[in-house]
């Protein structure tokens, strides 16, 4: 008959940091596509749109777990 308290609810993890990873690996390469097409050089243009997404990607995820972890969404 008790109900459970606000601090014992489950907490959740964001939506957004647990897409911030895949959709950086996709749209990372196709963004650096078009902008290595501007320049001639659309291979290099993916692999830096990549590395970029990746690393952008991580971050987000990162503060993903940091808000989770606080509770305070």
């Known amino acids: ?4 308290p ?6 959740r993890f964001p939506l957004w940091g647990a897409l911030a990873l ?3 690996a996709v749209f ?3 963004v650096g596509i078009f902008g290595g097409a501007l320049f001639g050089i659309p291979g290099i243009g993916a692999a830096i749109g990549a590395g970029l997404g990746i690393g952008i990607g991580l971050a987000l ?3 993903a777990i940091v808000v989770a972890s606080s509770g305070d969404e």
């Open 22 to 24: 895949p959709v950086g």
């Open 1 to 4: 008959m008790s109900s459970a």
């Open 28 to 30: 990372g390469p196709l």
């Open 6 to 11: 606000d601090d014992e609810r489950p907490r």
């Open 61 to 63: 995820l990162a503060a």
